[in-house]
């Protein structure tokens, strides 16, 4: 289960030179200034504004901001224009920013270690091959002959790639043992298409 909601965070307290509304005292009112957030299991994500109430000190009146008189609100917008939003509050951002970053990087030295594999093929190799959309596989590396490398195909498909370790497990028995030869440039032509996910060697 997800938990994910908004809260805020005080930022600022001043004190402000005027009657309470309620009981009339002078220099007893303070507003503070609040901003708020949305969190995923208490993370701060981004901020979305800021919010604020007022407090008399004397007859402990509260007031929302909604709920203050116009010249309570003047106040209340002339502090917030002082207050900065904490950086914190942007965690979640940066968090999702350095996740992205990391997922190219991995991608593109995947990328280069698939090429590299295929460039450089082995007996054993394993290939995730993508057949259509909604078909997966594996083909597994038999032999090299020059620049063409022989694969055995697996008899076994599934529909999503999740899907692929459960062929994996199914052991050598599953591949059909009639050798389909590919050159290494139609391989990394498959590679470039998408069709060949991934290369594991042992």
């Given at each position: 289960?997800i938990?994910?909601?908004?809260?805020?965070?005080h930022?600022?307290?001043?004190?402000i030179?005027?009657?309470c509304?309620?009981?009339?005292?002078?220099?007893?009112?303070?507003?503070?200034?609040?901003?708020?957030?949305?969190?995923?299991f208490w993370?701060?994500i981004?901020p979305f504004?800021?919010?604020g109430a007022?407090?008399?000190?004397?007859c402990?009146?509260?007031?929302?901001?909604n709920e203050?008189?116009?010249?309570y609100k003047a106040?209340y917008?002339?502090i917030?224009?002082?207050t900065?939003?904490?950086?914190?509050?942007?965690?979640?951002?940066?968090?999702?920013?350095?996740?992205?970053a990391?997922?190219?990087?991995s991608?593109k030295?995947?990328?280069?270690?698939?090429?590299?594999?295929i460039?450089?093929?082995?007996?054993?190799?394993?290939y995730?091959i993508k057949?259509?959309e909604?078909?997966y596989?594996i083909?597994?590396?038999?032999?090299?002959?020059?620049?063409t490398?022989y694969?055995?195909?697996?008899?076994?498909?599934?529909?999503?790639?999740?899907?692929?370790?459960?062929?994996k497990?199914?052991?050598?028995?599953?591949?059909?043992q009639v050798p389909?030869?590919?050159?290494k440039a139609?391989?990394?032509q498959?590679?470039?298409?998408?069709?060949?996910?991934?290369v594991?060697?042992?």
């Amino acid at each position: 289960m997800i938990i994910y909601g908004h809260r805020a965070t005080h930022i600022d307290t001043k004190e402000i030179p005027l009657k309470c509304s309620s009981c009339g005292s002078e220099n007893t009112l303070r507003i503070s200034v609040f901003s708020r957030y949305a969190h995923i299991f208490w993370i701060p994500i981004f901020p979305f504004g800021k919010t604020g109430a007022s407090e008399c000190s004397n007859c402990k009146q509260v007031l929302q901001l909604n709920e203050m008189p116009p010249e309570y609100k003047a106040s209340y917008n002339a502090i917030k224009e002082h207050t900065a939003t904490p950086k914190w509050t942007f965690a979640g951002l940066v968090i999702i920013a350095v996740l992205i970053a990391f997922a190219v990087y991995s991608s593109k030295q995947s990328d280069k270690e698939n090429m590299a594999r295929i460039n450089a093929p082995k007996a054993g190799d394993v290939y995730e091959i993508k057949t259509s959309e909604t078909a997966y596989t594996i083909y597994k590396v038999n032999s090299i002959t020059d620049d063409t490398v022989y694969v055995y195909m697996n008899e076994y498909e599934t529909n999503k790639p999740s899907g692929l370790s459960d062929i994996k497990a199914k052991g050598d028995e599953a591949f059909l043992q009639v050798p389909i030869g590919y050159t290494k440039a139609e391989l990394l032509q498959m590679l470039e298409k998408g069709e060949i996910r991934d290369v594991e060697r042992d």
